[in-house]
């Protein structure tokens, strides 16, 4: 199993960036993909999730509108377009994924339901 996020970088306050997570090594199409970030000194956090048929959830109402997820099954890979980007959504985003046949739980946006997770790419906002 493998993903990868890239797309990371840079930016000033009211830029855009679109990160991307291109996966291998299991059957993209039965997974279900979240974006998490993690900022220095804070805990992981849920972004976005996404699941198999490409509906998007939100995990945090707070980024609603500026930060979407989708998703290509033809090319093994899940974005998360940010818009708008603020010092404060500086952080290492990661992406995870979840086989969509496991057991419902009672949030998706917990990072310890997520089976498999990228390295992560490194946003930083600059004010």
């Known amino acids: 199993v493998q993903m990868v996020e890239s797309g990371g970088g840079l930016v000033q306050a009211g830029e855009s960036l679109r990160l991307s997570c291109t996966c291998s090594?299991?059957?993209?199409?039965?997974?279900?993909f979240g974006w998490f970030r993690q900022a220095s000194e804070k805990e992981r956090e849920g972004v976005l999730w996404?699941?198999?048929?490409?509906?998007?959830?939100e995990c945090d109402d707070s980024l609603k509108g500026r930060f979407t997820v989708s998703r290509d099954n033809a090319k093994n890979t899940v974005y998360l377009q940010m818009n708008i980007l603020q010092p404060e959504d500086t952080a290492t985003y990661y992406c995870?994924?979840?086989?969509?046949?496991?057991?419902?739980?009672?949030?998706?946006?917990?990072?310890?339901?997520?089976?498999?997770w990228g390295r992560g790419t490194q946003v930083t906002v600059s004010s």
């Open positions: 995870a994924a979840r086989n969509r046949h496991l057991p419902n739980v009672p949030s998706m946006c917990a990072s310890e339901v997520w089976s498999f």
């Open positions: 996404i699941n198999w048929r490409g509906d998007p959830i």
């Open positions: 090594g299991f059957l993209f199409e039965n997974y279900d």
